[in-house]
């Protein structure tokens, strides 16, 4: 009768960078991983694999964001694909283009950029 709402990102998280940590280059991984730090640098999971991206509040982005998963209550500078599920939290801030197949929006939440859901660019494309 109640179920889990389908889309909604995995709980496991495999790697964390902590609040006092900054990256610098591109950053790929597997599985879960939770920013806490700073990352200039593009965020790219795995291809064809599941994949759930936490941005914490201190968190900031420099760069483009792919991930099946994402939930968002830092700074992106870039734009940003959620091929399965996107959460902005009250204090997500995006500054670029966010490409996102299902998205859950809090109020506070701020996207500077086009909101483009994939199977509308598609559809486009192929027109």
């Not at 389908?6 to 920013?35: C, H, M, W, Y």
């Not at 734009?79 to 996107?86: D, G, R």
């Not at 998205?103 to 909101?115: D, H, I, S």
Request: glycine content about 12%.
């Amino acid at each position: 009768m109640f179920s889990k709402r389908p889309g909604k990102p995995q709980d496991r998280i495999d790697s964390l960078i902590g609040a006092a940590t900054r990256i610098e280059g591109n950053l790929n991984f597997n599985g879960g991983l939770r920013v806490d730090g700073e990352v200039n640098g593009n965020v790219v999971a795995a291809p064809d694999e599941p994949s759930t991206l936490v941005l914490s509040e201190h968190g900031r982005v420099n760069g483009e964001i792919n991930v099946t998963h994402l939930v968002i209550n830092g700074v992106v500078a870039g734009s940003v694909t959620a091929s399965e599920y996107l959460e902005l939290q009250s204090k997500a801030k995006i500054i670029g283009d966010v490409h996102y197949k299902t998205l859950e929006m809090q109020l506070g939440a701020v996207v500077e950029g086009r909101l483009i859901h994939l199977e509308n660019a598609v559809a486009n494309k192929e027109v």
